[in-house]
């Protein structure tokens, strides 16, 4: 009998383990309530995002934290609600964060204007589970990985203040869809600081930016290869450390309403390119759970 407990209790944490990496979260404010619907009874939860524009609306390298409270209240609206939020400072301040050359004045200023950031928002809605997009950063962002582990051991304060890790796993090009070192990079810090591993995939392509081209800019992955792409990432070990889920984020309705020729090409009226919109959801969602 003994044994048998002993079995079941491994079984279930092979279970937990294995439904950890399945986890599924949209990032996607922009769906109908029918969609949301219906990814909730697959199971899919929603991930949170709080834009640049009610972050820092004047200032690239200061919060507005009077702003930043009106939008984490609105996204969460009860005091004691849970969940997961991500708070997305990208620009000049994103740049002065990572890049910075040493501990400059700036650096110190720019680190401290993201952990006020985070250290308002985690007060405001403690139960929510809160960090920044593409915290850590991607290799390609540096000429070494030396400058990366640079980077990265300045912000130890910074990455020991969030409670999530959201790193940037957006595909480039069919033949460049990011390296897979950056999920073992995001699993090694998050083994180190104790953080929860969300990588970050968009079914759009970024273009060829190695090239500067824009080849395949904001084309639409291939259900197929965006779902395998998401079997690369669940499956990355790193020394039995895997990821938490993966968040899924999209704002098309965004890109079609600012004239973005490649998203505008695909409707010729925004209530069609809503309804292709959902449907294709829900339809890669339904592919990505099949795998």
């Not at 505008?264 to 829900?282: A, G």
């Amino acid at each position: 009998m003994k044994y048998i407990i002993i079995i079941l209790v491994i079984l279930l944490n092979i279970l937990q383990i294995a439904f950890s990496q399945n986890k599924l979260l949209i990032a996607m404010d922009d769906l109908n309530t029918e969609t949301f619907k219906d990814l909730k009874s697959k199971n899919v939860s929603e991930l949170k995002v709080i834009y640049g524009a009610d972050i820092y609306p004047n200032n690239p390298i200061e919060v507005d934290l009077g702003k930043l409270e009106k939008a984490i209240i609105l996204a969460f609206p009860r005091s004691d609600q849970s969940g997961y939020g991500m708070l997305d400072w990208e620009g000049k301040g994103y740049h002065e964060l990572i890049h910075a050359k040493g501990r400059t004045q700036d650096f110190v200023n720019i680190q401290n204007q993201f952990i006020k950031t985070i250290k308002f928002a985690k007060k405001l809605r403690p139960n929510v589970k809160w960090g920044f997009f593409e915290i850590p950063a991607r290799e390609r962002r540096f000429k070494s990985r030396a400058l990366q582990l640079d980077s990265h051991e300045r912000i130890s304060v910074l990455l020991d203040a969030c409670d999530v890790f959201y790193p940037s796993m957006y595909g480039y090009t069919p033949e460049d869809l990011g390296s897979l070192s950056d999920v073992l990079f995001a699993l090694e810090l998050g083994k180190k600081f104790n953080k929860e591993v969300y990588p970050m995939v968009w079914h759009r392509f970024q273009g060829d930016t190695k090239n500067q081209t824009k080849k395949y800019w904001f084309e639409i992955i291939p259900k197929k290869m965006f779902s395998e792409r998401i079997k690369e990432i669940r499956s990355i070990n790193n020394n039995n450390n895997r990821i938490n889920g993966i968040v899924w984020w999209g704002k098309d309705t965004y890109f079609y309403i600012k004239k973005n020729k490649v998203v505008r090409s695909e409707s010729r009226n925004i209530s069609s390119f809503k309804s292709k919109y959902n449907l294709m959801v829900k339809d890669y969602v339904k592919f990505i759970q099949k795998k």
